[in-house]
């Protein structure tokens, strides 16, 4: 991958209406921007859809790992005062060398995700589904084990789901089989608690969740990653005082922009119409 990072940059940024960049390999990272726009309603979005690499599962860890660092650079080029990796692949493979490269304002969503596991399971036994690549660096277990050594975890890979979400297939017969399979495994080793472990599958929850039944607690690691950020920005003095405007959120796709367009508009409940385009890697 050819480009430079920037690291001159590093956050020196000390201008509280500067923009927060988000980033996902598609319409994933919305739902932590959603959830930080929740709590800090006047913040102005950077949202960055690599839509030319989705999905990132299947990807070799350096591969993801230099796009990561890629489209970090380049939202810290555009004026971002804090990125979010709006994904749990990239917080897998490249928070740690980002935030080398970057400064200590970045954020991933896994750390996150595993504290409101913790809070929430009874059983101690816990589920998480996520890419292959999530899986494969087992991140979840090691964070949840930092957490708490005796938990029992069980992690499994979704292949398929990302491809549906970003179709907007989030409820159709064959999402729904896809979805059974999936979870029979994690029912079974008797979890009480299944974390959302990819930022697409927020958009599948209420499905998830009619498959796993009511007792089961899912975690969207969106909402506890917004109020970490939104915790360091308050305490870095970086939270902007301004009123919200959606017409100040800029969106850029590497690739095709219309999962953006549709599923991600609905998701934000917002329209997103101007997608610049960002081919990084040319
Ligand atoms: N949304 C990302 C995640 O949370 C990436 C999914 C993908 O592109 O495979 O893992």
């Known amino acids: 991958m050819g480009r430079t990072l920037c690291p001159a940059i590093c956050f020196t940024m000390t201008d509280p209406t500067a923009p927060i960049g988000v980033f996902d390999s598609g319409v994933g990272g919305l739902t932590v921007a959603r959830a930080l726009l929740h709590l800090l309603p006047g913040e102005r979005l950077l949202y960055f859809a690599d839509t030319a690499h989705v999905p990132y599962g299947p990807r070799p860890p350096e591969q993801i790992k230099d796009f990561a660092l890629d489209i970090s650079a380049f939202l810290i080029e555009q004026g971002a005062k804090a990125v979010i990796m709006g994904c749990n692949t990239s917080s897998a493979v490249a928070l740690e060398p980002a935030r080398e490269s970057h400064g200590p304002l970045i954020f991933g969503v896994i750390q996150p995700g595993a504290k409101a596991a913790l809070r929430a399971t009874r059983k101690s036994r816990i589920g998480v589904i996520a890419t292959q690549a999530t899986v494969s660096t087992a991140a979840y277990s090691s964070a949840l ?118 599923v991600g508009a609905r998701f934000l409940g917002q329209p997103i119409e101007n997608i610049e385009s960002a081919s990084l890697w040319k």
């Open 145 to 262: 084990r930092g957490l708490k050594p005796a938990l029992e975890v069980i992690e499994q890979p979704c292949p398929e789901f990302v491809p549906l979400v970003e179709k907007g297939e989030l409820n159709s017969a064959h999402t729904r089989q896809v979805t059974n399979g999936y979870l029979e495994p994690v029912l079974q080793f008797g979890v009480d608690t299944v974390v959302l472990g990819c930022t697409q599958y927020p958009l599948l929850r209420p499905l998830i969740q009619e498959i796993a039944g009511p007792e089961i607690t899912l975690i969207d690691p969106a909402e506890e990653t917004a109020k970490e950020v939104a915790a360091a920005l308050r305490e870095a003095k970086l939270v902007n005082p301004g009123t919200p405007d959606a017409s100040a959120h800029r969106f850029f796709a590497s690739g095709d922009p219309t999962s953006i367009k549709t």
